[in-house]
């Protein structure tokens, strides 16, 4: 079964700092893989999203995500987070084999806190 | 990138009532519509998928004639809640995928949420 792993319920980072939220998945072959974030009382924001090529990929406000197969993961990453970072971020996996009428299966969401 | 709406962003209804939730891509044509569910401090849980000009498809656990889904245009998909009650108090949140490849690998995008209060 397809899964989305973020196994920290709550980040917390001095601003400046470098940020991780980490994701894993499960999937049959190679999957699409995104990142969103959420403000409270808010919709889900896209951020980034691995599709193929390089296993590096940036996104908006200065997020990264990494891909690792062989780990089957892709931890969000921020090089110096901001006060305004802070948010709820959701990992979230679609299979390739849905094609494109697959469902985005979500991650239970991990609460960043950026402390000034 | 493409936007979604939803309307109302906030609705607060007595128990026992009928609420209609809009959703609209705005700049891109959606065959495909999806609803979701969100308790406080919990993922995104899909409740169905709504296909234009066909029934909806609903996920197990969620009761079809209670949520009633219409998808009767590219652009539009509603959710109506029928006879609120109090546990259907939630956070409801549509999403759109692009249906003519216009934005590529058919990307979800999603509207802000609708803020429903049954009393």
């Known amino acids: 079964a397809q899964s989305v792993a973020q196994p920290e319920d709550q980040v917390n980072v001095a601003e400046g700092n470098p940020l991780t939220v980490k994701c894993t998945y499960s999937v049959s072959g190679n999957p699409y893989l995104f990142w969103y974030v959420q403000y409270p009382n808010r919709g889900l924001q896209f951020l980034l999203k691995?599709?193929?090529?390089?296993?590096l990929v940036k996104g908006s406000y200065g997020f990264e995500a990494e891909f690792n197969k062989s780990q089957t993961s892709f931890h969000l990453k921020k090089p110096s987070a901001l006060v305004s970072d802070s948010a709820l971020y959701f990992c979230?996996?679609?299979?390739?084999?849905?094609?494109?009428?697959?469902?985005?299966?979500f991650g239970k969401g991990t609460k960043l806190s950026v402390k000034p | 990138g493409a936007v979604v709406s939803q309307h109302p962003s906030r609705v607060i209804c007595k128990s026992g009532t009928s609420v209609k939730i809009e959703c609209r891509s705005l700049d891109f044509q959606a065959t495909t519509m999806f609803w979701y569910r969100q308790f406080p401090k919990q993922s995104l849980m899909l409740m169905a998928t709504s296909n234009e000009g066909s029934k909806a498809t609903y996920e197990q656990g969620v009761e079809k004639d209670k949520f009633l889904i219409n998808h009767a245009s590219l652009t539009l998909s509603t959710l109506t809640v029928t006879s609120a009650h109090p546990e259907d108090s939630s956070f409801y949140i549509c999403?759109?995928?692009?249906?003519?490849?216009?934005?590529?690998?058919?990307?979800?995008?999603f509207g802000p949420g609708t803020r429903l209060t049954v009393l």
């Open positions: 691995y599709i193929t090529g390089d296993n």
């Open positions: 979230a996996v679609r299979d390739r084999g849905g094609g494109s009428q697959g469902n985005l299966i």
């Open positions: 999403s759109a995928r692009d249906s003519a490849g216009v934005l590529e690998y058919n990307e979800q995008f």
